[in-house]
């Protein structure tokens, strides 16, 4: 039986490597997991999807209705499933008790109304390859009609499916480029809170190279302001939170609150 | 840059192989809780043999490794065939120019999750580069399926050989890459590299 999906998913793998757009790829897709049982998926980067940027992508056959629902009542801020795949890297069950314990009355909420547009039950891997967006690929079905060995061929080739429309809809996404070394010194202290005047003195450099190396960074993300660039430059995983909150000067070990037990 | 040890060099790169054992404990053992055995906080196990080849990427500056990998052929037994010989749906890959990759590894003092992918997709390029070199013309993988995902993103063509099982939580396959000039320049291109753009240590291919 393990073997027939095993079929199905190298058939997947090989087809999706010939087709040459989205929709072919979603329709692959479907034909493919309406065999193994399923009726719908999405496969998304986790973003406001109506406003979707460049290197994101959404291939779904869910009702449009729901989706235009669910954008109307901006559900994607809260959005049970979006939010779970920010922070967990297995997959899991929307029926899974252990998993709805952890949900709120909002978010319930909103799962309770995906219910009544025929998305009641399913099974969402979270997918996080990239340097920016979380993401995730789910399959919904009646509860009970799939095997779950089948989910496991589905999770295989979710991977492969998001990975290939990524790359189908932006063959550039690897090659995004980094501020340099010195822009990158320089933002770091400006998220430390340091100023423009103090930033020079640390790195030796004049106030107006500081100011330079700014505009540099503020170009480079696109953004207009400082606060913009770092919060942009810590989704890009550009700079650290551990860079920023860490590499304050030193205390001394009786300030620093430490707690060192002399042997 | 990359460096490859194996029984010719292994002596002149005892202290680095003693930090590589020591980061796989304390990424393996310490923080991903896998049971494996773990000796004077170094975490060897009975695949790392004489036969064994390492490509250790250490930083020129510090002289700290930033990633490790470990490559076994799989003529002898090695982690797919003794250990996970069920993930594979059409049996075991095995001969003279197929080696199985394994415990690779992160300097666990990468907190930066773009540095994280930095290391991981340079020795990708390594292990690519190693591969054309020795005449390879594939290598195995048991890997996790988060990992999958980061392996498609640089740029592999990896397949799977089965379907993957719950082990310790998380799902985990069989995987294969055929090794080609071709892809070599794609993961160089991914990693924004020039296409023949060499990233292990000169003496490299004298060792090899």
Redesign the interface.
């Known amino acids: 039986m393990s073997h027939n999906y095993f079929d199905q998913v190298q058939n997947f793998i090989e087809q999706s490597a010939k087709v040459t757009n989205l929709v072919e790829l979603a329709r692959l897709f479907d034909l493919t997991i309406r065999k193994l049982g399923c009726t719908h998926f999405i496969c998304l980067s986790h973003v406001d999807v109506f406003n979707l940027p460049d290197d994101a992508v959404l291939l779904s056959n869910y009702p449009l209705e729901w989706g235009l629902y669910h954008h109307e009542k901006q559900y994607f801020k809260n959005d049970p499933i979006m939010d779970t795949c920010k922070s967990r890297i297995t997959p899991f069950i929307w029926s899974d008790p252990s998993w709805r314990a952890l949900l709120n009355f909002d978010k319930e909420k909103i799962l309770n109304e995906a219910s009544e547009f025929e998305l009641g039950e399913g099974h969402t891997i979270p997918i996080h390859s990239g340097d920016g967006y979380s993401a995730s690929c789910s399959v919904v079905f009646q509860p009970g009609e799939v095997d779950p060995h089948a989910l496991m061929a589905i999770q295989l080739m979710s991977v492969y499916l998001y990975e290939t429309a990524i790359k189908m809809k932006t063959k550039s996404i690897n090659q995004r480029k980094k501020p340099t070394t010195r822009q990158i010194e320089c933002l770091q202290m400006i998220a430390m809170g340091k100023s423009d005047w103090a930033v020079s003195k640390i790195l030796g450099i004049s106030e107006n190279t500081v100011k330079f190396h700014v505009k540099a960074i503020l170009n480079h993300y696109k953004v207009a302001t400082r606060n913009q660039a770092v919060i942009r430059a810590l989704f890009y995983g550009d700079i650290s939170y551990m860079d920023v909150e860490v590499n304050k000067p030193a205390l001394k070990p009786e300030q620093s609150g430490f707690i060192h037990l002399p042997r | 840059m990359i460096h490859l040890i194996n029984k010719t060099n292994r002596n002149s790169y005892t202290d680095i192989l003693s930090q590589m054992y020591k980061q796989r404990t304390a990424v393996f053992i310490d923080r991903l809780r896998w049971d494996l055995n773990c000796e004077g906080g170094e975490e060897i196990d009975q695949f790392d043999t004489d036969d064994t080849i390492y490509l250790v990427c250490i930083d020129d500056d510090s002289g700290k490794i930033m990633s490790s990998i470990r490559l076994n052929p799989t003529c002898k037994p090695h982690l797919m065939s003794e250990i996970f010989n069920d993930l594979c749906?059409e049996g075991v890959p095995v001969g003279p120019t197929i080696f199985e990759g394994s415990r690779y590894c992160y300097n666990p003092e990468l907190?930066?999750?773009?540095?994280r992918?930095e290391a991981m997709r340079y020795m990708i390029c390594g292990v690519m580069e190693c591969a054309v070199m020795h005449g390879w013309d594939k290598i195995t993988f048991v890997i996790n399926?988060?990992l999958?995902?980061?392996c498609?993103?640089?740029?592999w063509q990896i397949?799977?050989l089965?379907?993957?099982?719950y082990k310790n939580?998380?799902?985990v396959?069989a995987f294969a890459i055929d090794v080609t000039q071709e892809d070599l320049k794609n993961v160089r291109e991914?990693?924004?590299l020039s296409p023949a753009q060499s990233i292990l240590v000169p003496d490299f291919y004298d060792v090899a």
């Open positions: 749906s907190v930066s999750r773009s540095d992918l399926m988060p999958l995902a980061h498609l993103r640089a740029g397949y799977p089965g379907i993957p099982q939580k998380l799902a396959g991914n990693m924004g």
